[in-house]
Structures are given as structure tokens and as C-alpha cells.
């Protein structure tokens, strides 16, 4: 079975950091290019960013919300793909997501676009003042 | 960026009702189009890729049409099951975006 386990979270104080982390199992780790989506409370979904895989030397973007604050990277190793959180925001309070994008067409230049099929359970970061 | 609208914001039914939610890109993003369940204190489920490709397990009552800038996401015979926000989500460029979502709720 396909699966992602989420872990981190809780809450800090404004300006503080975290760091989340997601666990693949049951499926090629290294294949595939990894992403984090937020919820927060009330609100809808918002993409975060994307990690690549090693072929395309796990380049990264990111949404406008958090670049420059947050950080993804892996370790296929591990099988694991992280969200390094820093200078967090009251704003930041969210239901925190990792997903798994499955390829469905390439751009010509090498990258590849899709949906997301498998998705962590999701992990609560609080931030306060 | 691509921006996403969704409609409506929500919608009432009732279990057996035939459910419509429209989705509109700003500019044509081909049939590169998800649409996702959502459930309160769950993680997204995908139901349609490619604009009208059911994903596997996904029950068949859940269809998607549309290409370009126009989709819609079409529930027929609404189930008990199926009451939650349903988001689209174009996945064409390097920053794949969402729609505002719909809530489908109970009449």
C-alpha cells in the first residue's frame, strides 16, 4: 500500500521554526517529485512547493507565500521529503500536507507535471504570538 | 500565475440530487486539470485527472468534463459519502494552483 506518515509539527511562537518531515513507503521514493499543500483553518487549499528528483537535481519552487522562508528537501535514502519552516507568520497556522505528484506529461524541457495521488494525513502547525 | 474559480462557493442537495461545480482557469491550461474531495480532518482525495480521467477506486458516478479555461466536475446521484468541498487544481505549470473550493452540504 502506497503511504505517507507525517511527523513534526505543534506550535512555536512567531518567528520561530520547524521542521516537517514525510516518510514514503510502498511505492519507488526516488521516482517521484515531491510537494507540500497548507490548509488553513477556515481557508483552502494552498500549494507550497515542489521538490524534484535527483536526475533533475532535486531543483525546488516554491510558492510565493513562503519563498525565501521555507525550505523542502529529501532524502531518498530515507524515503523521506521535508519542509524546513522559518520566520513563521501567524498566517503560517495550517494543516500541513505532503503529497506525491504523479507524472502525466513532460514540458519538453524535461520536466514532468501531474496531479497529486497520494497524500500524508496532514499535521497541525500552530503559531502564536 | 494561473488563478482558479470555482462555483458555486456552496451548494445544497440532497442524497439522489445530480451535482455540478464549474471551474475556471484564467487562461487555457489544456486538460491539465484535478478535482479533489475534501473531508474535515482528512487528507484530499483525488478523484479526476486529466480533466476526465476517473482515478482508480474513485466510483463511477464522479465524472469531469471540459478543456482549456472551462471544467466542470459532475456528481451524479449524490450519495451520503459525497458531502464535502471538492477543490480543481491545474497541474501545466511549475506552480500547480487551486481553486477556492466547493462546499456541497445538505438541503
Known amino acids: 500500500e502506497m503511504q505517507l506518515v507525517q511527523s513534526g509539527g505543534g506550535s512555536v511562537q512567531v518567528g520561530g521554526s520547524l521542521r516537517l518531515s514525510c516518510a514514503a513507503s510502498?511505492?519507488?521514493?526516488?521516482?517521484?517529485?515531491m510537494d507540500w499543500v497548507r490548509q488553513a483553518p477556515g481557508k483552502g487549499l494552498e500549494w507550497l512547493g515542489r521538490?524534484?528528483?535527483?536526475?533533475?537535481?532535486?531543483?525546488?519552487e516554491y510558492g510565493a507565500s513562503v519563498k525565501g522562508r521555507f525550505t523542502i528537501s529529501r532524502d531518498d535514502s530515507q524515503k523521506s521529503v521535508y519542509l524546513q519552516m522559518n520566520s513563521l507568520q501567524i498566517e503560517d497556522t495550517a494543516v500541513y500536507f505532503c503529497?506525491?505528484?504523479?507524472?502525466?506529461?513532460?514540458?519538453?524541457?524535461?520536466?514532468?507535471?501531474?496531479?497529486?495521488?497520494?497524500w500524508g494525513q496532514g499535521t497541525m502547525v500552530t503559531v502564536s504570538s | 500565475d494561473i488563478q482558479m474559480t470555482q462555483s458555486p462557493s456552496t451548494l445544497s442537495a440532497s442524497v439522489g440530487d445530480r451535482v455540478t461545480i464549474t471551474c475556471r482557469a484564467s487562461?487555457?491550461?489544456?486538460?491539465?486539470l484535478a478535482w479533489y474531495q475534501k473531508k474535515p480532518g482528512q487528507a484530499p482525495k483525488l478523484l479526476i485527472h486529466?480533466?476526465?480521467g476517473l482515478q482508480s477506486g474513485v466510483p463511477s458516478r464522479f465524472s469531469g468534463s471540459g478543456s482549456g479555461t472551462e471544467f466542470t466536475l459532475t456528481i451524479n446521484s449524490l450519495q451520503p459519502d459525497d458531502f464535502a468541498t471538492y477543490y480543481c487544481?491545474?497541474?501545466?505549470?511549475?506552480?500547480?494552483?487551486f481553486g477556492q473550493g466547493t462546499k456541497v452540504d445538505i438541503k
Open positions: 503529497a506525491r505528484v504523479v507524472g502525466h506529461y513532460s514540458d519538453g524541457s524535461g520536466n514532468w507535471h501531474g496531479p497529486f495521488d497520494v
Open positions: 486529466k480533466a476526465s
Open positions: 521538490i524534484r528528483i535527483k536526475i533533475l537535481s532535486f531543483t525546488t
Open positions: 510502498g511505492f519507488i521514493f526516488s521516482d517521484h517529485y
Open positions: 487562461q487555457s491550461i489544456g486538460i491539465w
Open positions: 487544481q491545474h497541474y501545466n505549470y511549475f506552480s500547480p494552483g
